[in-house]
């Protein structure tokens, strides 16, 4: 059980951190935003893909729409 009245007289000095890292930019540069958090940016379209790749990304239970987002944002980063 959680003693919230000792949590919340604690400082910060008195918590230790030491098995949680400093996030630095680098890692939050990395960050994913997870579900439940939407973007502005999203917009919604129709896609038709061949049967065969939607299907490889449901077997290896990998998000589809995120993973084809990503791979097309890494496309465009150098052109």
Request: aromatic share 8%; hydrophobic share 35%.
């Amino acid at each position: 059980m959680t003693d919230w009245e000792k949590l919340e007289s604690m400082s910060d000095e008195n918590i230790d951190f030491s098995d949680c890292p400093e996030i630095t930019p680098e890692m939050a540069k990395n960050a994913v935003i997870r579900r439940g958090l939407k973007s502005p940016e999203k917009q919604s379209l129709t896609l038709f893909l061949d049967a065969e790749i939607v299907n490889w990304y449901k077997e290896n239970k990998i998000k589809h729409q995120t993973e084809i987002n990503d791979l097309l944002r890494d496309y465009i980063k150098p052109h």
